[in-house]
């Protein structure tokens, strides 16, 4: 069975560029989630989606913004880099709409913003 | 606010001795904790839960402790060995998930041969 999949696994992006990360997830699975990991504030919840619907965000600004689509695989946006969002973003998917033991993360992207 | 302290962000344990990782939490509606591991270039890997009804849950060499009178859990890795070196992170929800996992900031654990 795969497991998750990200891509791009590396990225460079210049400052006011936006960037399209793309998630697959485990065959089966509904949900994905998006998190952030920078070195500083740990992994931070982005988004959750469940049937193509987002469920809840984090505390993120608007610039941040998802979508799934009908075969669960979900894609993150990112308008107007910014420094700061320079960092390892990765996504879990899981069978249903809770986070639990069965959540599984992909290997992230790496997104450097210069 | 950080509602999930890893005050550690790093330990060092020799190889064969216990390795005891910490976790705080300020949430009182947290319900049920889980930690992962994480090595460099990887995803975390989910490792072992426990739920808010129980105080411990146990699963080979790992066993994770909850005091849920002091905000405080902990993971217990018995014997240590060397590729349990990586970055493990303490997270809880509450209410079925539906907030994301809130991850602490991790603590690198370094296996000494």
Known sequence: KAGVTQTPRYLIKTRGQQVTLSCSPISGHRSVSWY?????????????????????????????????????????????????DSALYLCASSHGRQVNTEAFFGQGTRLTVV | DQQVKQNSPSLSVQEGRISILNCDYTNSMF?????????????????????????????????VFLNKSAKHLSLHIVPSQPGDSAV?????????GADGLTFGKGTHLIIQP
């Open chain 1, 36 to 84: 952030q990991q920078t070195p500083g504030q740990g992994l931070q919840f982005l988004f959750e989606y469940f049937s193509e619907t987002q469920r809840n965000k984090g505390n993120f600004p608007g610039r941040f913004s998802g979508r799934q689509f009908s075969n669960s695989r979900s894609e993150m946006n990112v308008s107007t880099l910014e420094l700061g």
């Open chain 2, 88 to 96: 493990y992170f303490c997270a809880a929800y509450s209410g079925g």
């Open chain 2, 31 to 63: 319900d049920y904790f889980l930690w992962y591991k994480k090595y460099p270039a990887e995803g975390p890997t989910f490792l072992i839960s426990i739920s808010s009804i129980k105080d411990k849950n146990e699963d080979g060499r790992f066993t």
